[in-house]
């Protein structure tokens, strides 16, 4: 069981909004500073509490809302006690620098050495994660099934032919979007029809993060941390807009007012 910040806070962006402009330098940002990373240690906390509370354990790993994560945000996670975050792909290139990566490269955890401590990271597969977020709702139940093991076997194969020691880990995460509203039957004969494939395929293991890190494969280290999400590793959906960065800017006087007030 995993969660995400409380209420769904770009947690780069509520730490600095200015944040923004560190994957596009070209991005307006809103007029009046707004910094509140207390507010998003807060936000941290509390996903972590109200999860243990449900579910009786404090979650070991976050979802950060919209898989965005930055050096600040890693460090208040870390902090916190979380073990493990995870993020897209593309947040990977980028921090890794793209020219030079193998796509192998994915399928590991990395550690990021951030100020509140190391944080591990697990970057998902882009187009694994959204062939069931996207595009399998309109498929026959055995057929996505079929492909989305095709595609497991396809990054196992390569794996090999590269001499690569231990196995992949592939990383499968959506980004909460309710999908399965799309699927036949809320999406329960794709699910079962994958759970009951994945349980019987002698090649394909089921992992946790936590497992992973226990016994998986040596963990890479990232010595940068790109500031993005999991849309084009930047914050242009949130921030940048005149619209976005009006709502930023009341956003910042509104509790400026609430602080004043006490």
């Given at each position: 069981i995993t969660c995400s910040p409380a209420f769904h806070p770009i947690l780069p962006l509520l730490i600095d909004v200015r944040a923004a402009r560190r994957s596009r330098p070209d991005l307006p940002v809103p007029a009046l500073e707004f910094t509140a990373p207390e507010d998003a240690r807060w936000q941290i906390e509390r996903g972590l509490d109200r999860t243990a509370t449900a579910f009786g354990a404090r979650p070991k790993g976050m979802w950060p809302s919209e898989g965005s994560v930055s050096p600040e945000a890693a460090a208040l996670l870390a902090g916190a006690g979380v073990r493990w975050v995870a993020t897209d792909e593309l947040v990977l290139w980028k921090s890794i620098g793209a020219p030079g990566a193998k796509r192998e490269a994915l399928?590991?955890?990395?550690?990021?050495?951030?100020?509140?401590?190391?944080?591990?990271?697990?970057?998902?597969d882009h187009d694994l994660s959204d062939r069931i977020g996207f595009v399998y709702s309109t498929w026959k139940a055995a057929?996505?099934?079929?492909?989305?093991?095709r595609q497991l076997r396809r990054i196992g194969e390569a794996h090999r032919a590269a001499g690569l020691p231990g196995r992949p880990v592939v990383s499968v995460i959506l980004d909460g979007e309710n999908?399965?509203?799309?699927y036949a039957e809320d999406g329960r004969l794709f699910l079962e029809a994958?759970?009951?494939?994945?349980?019987g395929a002698r090649d394909i293991r089921t992992r946790t993060p936590s497992d992973v890190l226990a016994d998986g494969p040596e963990p890479g280290r990232?010595?940068?941390?790109?500031?993005?999400?999991?849309?084009d590793a930047d914050f242009h959906i949130w921030?940048?807009?005149?619209?976005?960065?009006?709502a930023w800017d009341l956003l910042a006087r509104t509790r400026g007012a609430l602080v004043a007030a006490g």
């Open positions: 399928y590991r955890p990395w550690v990021y050495p951030s100020a509140g401590g190391e944080l591990a990271l697990f970057f998902r057929d996505a099934v079929a492909d989305f093991l999908c399965w509203e799309h994958l759970y009951v494939a994945l349980d990232l010595e940068f941390l790109h500031s993005g999400s999991w849309i921030a940048g807009h005149p619209e976005k960065n009006r």
